[in-house]
Every structure is written in structure tokens, then in C-alpha cells.
């Protein structure tokens, strides 16, 4: 076996790789930039080299520095994570001309799958079904038009170079063709330096269904099944789950056996996923074939069973696959929720900084459920803006789809991050939405569901009656050891009272409360009773319940008179008051926010690469201002009303911190 491996990578994935490595007895060296220094994968590896500046494109993406480091450590093998360098031939090669095992698969494999255009041509030849289009370059808009009138609308614009969701446009009728071949190519010689187009049919209503393969370097392929990665923003996979629910077995067997074709075609070994996009009737097209490890591979870990960097470690290492396909079968049900460093509530904006708490739910794998969180952050660590906003990948397994969806839904009540938004209630908001619940889901669900972006979840009544139950008791414990504590040994002190009146979203709830020894019993004036167990005590951030067998948690925060309240999507002002106080406050006069819509601020620290509108310029509610680049994407401020612009304070190329104010409005 190898000695020792680099890990050229960074984050939750450079972690995933070391752990694997370290079963194996391997040693491990990690690369880091400068903004790296401190991070998690640099802690966890025998050795770390510092390998350049912040921006990837002078640290993690430069082979003569990745090559270097391999030389200064003597590392006999590297493993490339996902994204980076994963899936540039070059950097196979040359650690191939350098006699340093790359794991992965071969160069030419890497090659002809990097290209979505000759991809596809491999897929038709190799018997797999594709999606219906042109197998050739398009040159100009005209004959853009052209191909689309022919393929027949809607059709999908894509660059052949694409990757992340990039470079991708849909044109629905003849309209849309010159505009979004544009846009593409821009996108496409921009982001990839490579302006090539395709064009084909727009699936419409599909899902994304992919397969994970396996092949070693003796010819011998296995599939493990498949991965559903519908739940999409932007092309980009959110919720990832195996085994999907829609597929039935005689499709997942020949979608399965179309990708080991594909692989067999290219003479592939290592791990690879093929990606499908699959309509209503379960016909099933090939998409383009990923050759690296995937970002959501622990579902495929926790129903098979399969360590699959283990195994492409040992791929890479000349032995033969540790199983064959009769061996393979699907175990129970496993989801997958990214946790990114966003705010959901405007417009999914990277949320960067330092994260003051982290506290992920606690790993553990028993025979009826799991927990698995792969994360490359701390608590103290920082969200950078240079790289990708993940935080961490909550995976949860369970016996069926229901029970693992109820196991997600706790671990993500229970996970706390500070410091930085996430969009852990966005993802709590999907996974108790209907439509999901059912498995009924295509890649348009977000859009579908959030035509609005996001807002919040409203919950049912019994369910804020229940919030309100609790934060009542909550409220009682610590009134009682505010008094203690301020120490006065004082015979006028007013007792702490059991009757209150609960505030929600300007809803009273009217609760007396009869305290026992663990909990609390609450009662209503409309007489509904519950019994609330708990340990909570005033400074503990995340509140566990029991009310009747149930659990509640709620991430809680102290204000005036309450607690702010986070639970399963929503953000709730909870005030607990005394009928008087609730009487008086009714008096008083809400406090007036300042008026700062006249000013677009700069949401967080980033780049302007382009800005829309010019001084004068009347504009309409929602419409494009600016484009920001922060974290790998480019994020378009629209305009939140209408009105005419004032001035215009910055210009492409300027980079921005938080709150500056970028245009001002009459
Ligand atoms: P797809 O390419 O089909 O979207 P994935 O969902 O597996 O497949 O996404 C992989 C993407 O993650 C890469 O293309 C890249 O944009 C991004 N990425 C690259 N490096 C890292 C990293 N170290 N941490 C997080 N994300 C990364
Ligand atoms: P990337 O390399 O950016 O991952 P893909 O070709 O894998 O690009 O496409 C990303 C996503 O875009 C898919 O998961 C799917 O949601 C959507 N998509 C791509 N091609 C089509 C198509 N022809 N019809 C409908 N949706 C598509
Ligand atoms: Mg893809």
C-alpha cells in the first residue's frame, strides 16, 4: 500500500479523504493556503504545506505548486477531493510523467468526459441513451436558431466546457435563442476560457438521477445503485438522497448497466458517476459523466456499505475491486442536506465571517439510524470568500425513507451555527414540505415551491401553541433565577407568577403554568392542557422538550421580554409578558426603522463585476442593478421597488465590504 497521500484539496472533503486514509494505514499531507492556516484538514494531517495565497488560482489549482509539495514530502499518491484539480487532465498526466499515483482515473478517461460535447458523442456510440439534440458545435446565433427550431422548444443552451451549474441557459420559443446562446458563450469563455456550445432538448419536469460506478484496472465495473439530486437552486444540488424514490428496479439495472458501458467505452477505472436527467415516464438520458468523487457519496456510502475512497485508494494502488455487482444491494434510506454559509431570507446571498458556534448534531450509527456530518469547519474557524460557502454535509440514514426524513429533520433542529447565516432553515423548510414528503419532486422544486424566494415557514397553530407552551415555562425558570441572582434578600420581591400571556406574530396566547419537579403543566383558557418535560436552564441556546412522548427543540436567543425562537424554518419573536405588561405594551408606539431602502448596500464582502444601470436610469421592481462575485458565484442584486437612480457610487472591479452602499435611489 502507499505510503503516504496528498490530499490536494481543502475543506469537509480533504477531512473526508485523510479519515479513509488513515483506516488504511496511510500517511497523510495537506495543502493550504494562506487562508487556510488553521483550518480543519491542516489539524488532521500527518504533514501540511503551505502552498500560496487566498485565491485559488495561486494555491489549489496550480500544479507546479501541488507538484512541489509533492516533492518536498515525498507523498507517493494524490487524491484530488472534488472540483480543484479533480478533473484537469493535465495534472493527471503530470503526476503520471512524474511516477506519483494519482487517484483517480486514467488522464484520457478524464479528457473525454470533461467535455460535455464529446461526451455525449462517446454515450451515443456506446449504446447509452442521451438527451435529443445536436452532436456538434454551434457557431453563431443563426445557427443557434436553427438548431433549436429543429430540435423543437423548449431547448437547453449549454457550454461544452460547463461545470457547477455554469454557463447554462433555457430557451423556451425562438425569442429566447439569440439572448441565451449569448449569455452562455460569455459565461462559458469567462468561467471555463472555453466558448463552445451545444444545444439540446429541454427536458421538462425531469429529475436528476445519477449512478455511482466503480471500476479497477483489471476491467472489473460494478454500479452501487443510484443517487436522486433533484432538489436543485441553479442547477446546483441542495438535497441529495439514495435511493430515489421513483426509480424501479428494472430502470435502475439498465441505467446502471449504460453507465458501466459508458465507462467500459473510455476504458475508466476508480470511481465516476454518470448523470441522468430522467422525465415523468422514467425514460432516462445521459447527462455527462462526473470523473472524481462526488460531493454527495456518503448517501451511496450509507446504503451499500462501500467506503469509496477506500476503495479508490486501492484501485489506485493496482488492486482488484473488493466486491462484485451480486454483492451490492440497497440498505435502508440515507439524505444528504449541504449546509451553506447563506442567507435564504435574501435571496441565498454567502454569508461570510467567522463562525462563533458549531455545534453539529453528534455522529452515530446504530441498526436503525445514523448521523453522519462531514464538515472542514470549527467553531472559531472562518467562512472565507474565496472558496466555496459549504460548511458541512448532514447525512442521516435510517431503515425507510420516513424514518430517515424524521432523523434529518431532528439533526438539523439540533444543529446550532453563529457567527454566520445558513441555510439550515431553508432545509428544514423542504423537508416538511408535502411534495417532498411524497418523493414528488423534479429540478424545478425550489423554483416551483419558493417562486418568492424564501420567507419562512408558517406553522400550524397547534404547533405555535406549542412554542408558546414552552417558551412560557422558559420564560417562568428564568425570571426565577434572574431574581436569585441579582441576590436581594428582599420581602416586598414579588414572586415569579405562573399566569402569562404569550405573543406571537401579534397572536395571545393566554397559558397558566403548574410547575412539577421535571416540567411543567400548561393550560390554555381555552382549556387545552399539555405536559412538557425538560432540562433546559437559562444560557442553553438549544431547548429540548417532551411534550407527551414528542420531541421539540428550538434554538432559542433571550430579547426583552422573550426569547427569539428559531424552529423548523420559522424565526419567531416570542414575548412572554403579564397581562398588564401585554396591556401597556398595546400603548406604546413601535419603534421606527430608518429608512434605508433609498440605498442598495453591499450584502457582503465581494467583487463588482458588472453594474446594469446608470444615473437617471428609471427602474421596475426586480430589476438586475448590479453582479457581485463572492465565493465562486455571482450573485445579482435586483431592485426591491421602483424608482429612479441618484447615483451610482462604484464601478466594475471595485471590491466592497459589507453595508457600503453601492447605488443610491431619489
Ligand atoms: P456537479 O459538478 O454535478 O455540480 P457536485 O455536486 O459533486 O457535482 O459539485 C462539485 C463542485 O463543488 C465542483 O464542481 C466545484 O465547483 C465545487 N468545489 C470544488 N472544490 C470544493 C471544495 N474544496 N469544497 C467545496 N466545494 C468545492
Ligand atoms: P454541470 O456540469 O454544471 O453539473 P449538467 O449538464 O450536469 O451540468 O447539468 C446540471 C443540471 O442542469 C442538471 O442536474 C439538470 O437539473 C439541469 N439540466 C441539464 N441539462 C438539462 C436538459 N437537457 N433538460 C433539463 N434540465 C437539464
Ligand atoms: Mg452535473
Redesign the pocket.
Given at each position: 500500500m502507499f505510503e503516504k497521500i496528498l490530499i490536494a484539496n481543502r475543506g469537509e472533503i480533504a477531512c473526508r479523504v485523510i479519515k479513509s486514509a488513515k483506516t488504511l494505514g496511510i500517511k497523510t499531507v495537506a495543502v493550504y493556503s494562506e487562508a487556510d492556516k488553521n483550518s480543519l484538514h491542516v489539524q488532521m494531517a500527518d504533514e501540511a504545506i503551505f502552498i500560496g495565497p487566498p485565491p485559488v488560482n495561486q494555491s489549489y489549482i496550480l500544479i507546479d505548486n501541488i507538484m512541489e509539495a509533492i516533492s518536498l514530502t515525498g507523498a507517493n499518491a494524490v487524491h484530488p477531493g472534488y472540483g480543484f484539480l479533480s478533473e484537469n487532465p493535465q495534472f493527471a498526466q503530470r503526476l503520471e510523467d512524474t511516477g506519483i499515483t494519482f487517484i483517480g482515473p486514467p488522464a484520457n478517461a478524464i479528457e473525454a468526459m470533461g467535455d460535455?460535447l464529446a461526451s455525449k458523442k462517446i454515450a451515443h456510440e456506446s449504446g447509452v441513451s442521451t438527451?435529443p439534440?445536436y452532436l456538434g458545435e454551434i457557431n453563431s446565433a443563426e445557427h443557434a436558431l436553427e438548431i433549436s427550431k429543429e430540435i423543437g422548444f423548449p431547448v437547453?443552451i449549454?457550454a461544452s466546457a460547463?461545470?457547477?451549474?455554469?454557463g447554462?441557459r433555457i430557451a423556451w420559443n425562438e425569442d429566447g435563442v439569440a439572448e441565451g446562446f449569448q449569455s452562455s458563450r460569455n459565461e462559458a469563455s469567462s468561467s471555463f476560457g472555453d466558448d463552445r456550445i451545444l444545444i439540446?432538448?429541454?427536458?421538462?419536469s425531469?429529475r436528476?438521477i445519477e449512478i455511482q460506478i466503480l471500476g479497477d484496472k483489471f476491467g472489473n465495473y460494478v454500479y452501487l445503485n443510484e443517487r436522486e439530486?433533484?432538489i436543485?437552486r441553479r442547477?446546483q444540488?441542495v438535497i441529495e438522497e439514495a435511493p430515489s424514490p421513483f426509480l424501479d428496479p428494472q430502470t435502475r439495472e439498465s441505467m446502471g448497466k449504460q453507465a458501466i458501458s459508458l465507462a467500459k467505452a473510455v476504458n475508466y477505472f476508480s470511481a465516476g458517476t454518470v448523470?441522468f436527467?430522467v422525465d415523468s415516464d422514467q425514460n432516462f438520458?445521459f447527462?455527462?459523466m462526473n470523473t472524481r468523487l462526488q460531493v454527495e457519496h456518503p448517501v451511496t456510502e450509507l446504503t451499500t456499505g462501500v467506503d469509496l475512497v477506500k476503495e479508490m485508494i486501492q484501485i489506485a494502488h493496482g488492486e482488484k475491486l473488493s466486491l462484485t455487482q451480486d454483492q451490492i444491494s440497497i440498505d435502508g434510506w440515507a439524505f444528504e442536506s449541504r449546509v451553506y454559509a447563506e442567507d435564504p431570507r435574501r435571496n441565498f446571498l454567502p454569508s461570510i465571517g467567522r463562525i462563533t458556534k458549531y455545534k453539529p448534531p453528534v455522529e452515530f450509527h446504530d441498526s436503525a439510524n445514523a448521523i453522519r456530518n462531514d464538515t472542514g469547519v470549527f467553531e472559531g474557524g472562518e467562512i472565507s470568500m474565496h472558496y466555496d460557502p459549504m460548511i458541512a454535509k448532514l447525512c442521516t440514514w435510517s431503515t425507510d425513507r420516513n424514518a430517515a426524513m424524521a432523523t434529518m429533520r431532528t439533526a438539523l433542529d439540533s444543529f446550532e451555527i453563529e457567527g454566520i447565516t445558513s441555510n439550515i432553515s431553508f432545509l428544514s423548510a423542504v423537508y416538511n414540505h408535502p411534495k417532498f414528503i411524497d418523493g414528488n419532486i423534479t429540478?424545478g422544486f425550489i423554483e416551483e415551491e419558493f417562486p418568492e424566494g424564501f420567507t419562512g415557514v408558517n406553522h400550524a397553530p397547534e404547533a405555535l401553541e406549542r412554542i408558546a407552551a414552552c417558551v412560557a415555562m422558559m420564560h417562568r425558570f428564568a425570571e426565577i433565577r434572574r431574581t436569585r441572582i441579582s441576590g436581594r434578600i428582599d420581602h416586598h420581591k414579588r414572586k415569579v407568577g405562573n399566569e402569562w400571556t404569550v405573543s406571537i406574530n401579534n397572536e395571545d396566547f393566554f397559558i397558566s403554568l403548574d410547575p412539577f419537579k421535571t416540567g411543567c403543566r400548561v393550560k390554555f383558557d381555552h382549556g387545552r392542557e399539555l405536559e412538557i418535560v425538560s432540562a433546559w436552564t437559562p444560557g442553553q441556546s438549544l431547548a429540548e422538550f417532551t411534550i407527551s412522548g414528542d420531541l421539540l427543540l428550538l434554538r432559542v436567543k433571550p430579547i426583552s421580554q422573550g426569547f427569539k425562537v428559531e424552529f423548523r424554518g420559522a424565526e419567531l419573536d416570542v414575548l412572554v409578558r403579564t397581562k398588564r405588561q401585554r396591556e401597556l405594551s398595546s400603548l406604546m408606539k413601535e419603534k421606527e426603522i430608518p429608512d434605508t431602502s433609498k440605498y442598495l448596500l453591499c450584502p457582503m464582502p465581494g467583487l463588482i463585476t458588472d453594474i446594469m444601470v446608470s444615473v437617471g436610469d428609471k427602474i421596475e421592481d426586480g430589476q438586475a442593478l448590479c453582479t457581485i462575485e463572492a465565493m465562486k458565484m455571482e450573485n445579482v442584486l435586483k431592485a426591491s421597488r421602483k424608482g429612479t437612480i441618484k447615483t451610482v457610487n462604484v464601478s466594475p472591479g471595485n471590491s466592497l465590504t459589507v453595508d457600503q452602499v453601492i447605488l443610491e435611489f431619489e
Open positions: 460535455k438527451v439534440g437547453m449549454k460547463g461545470g457547477g451549474g455554469k447554462m439540446e432538448k429541454f427536458i421538462t425531469p436528476h439530486c433533484s436543485q442547477n444540488k448523470e436527467i438520458y447527462l455527462e429540478t
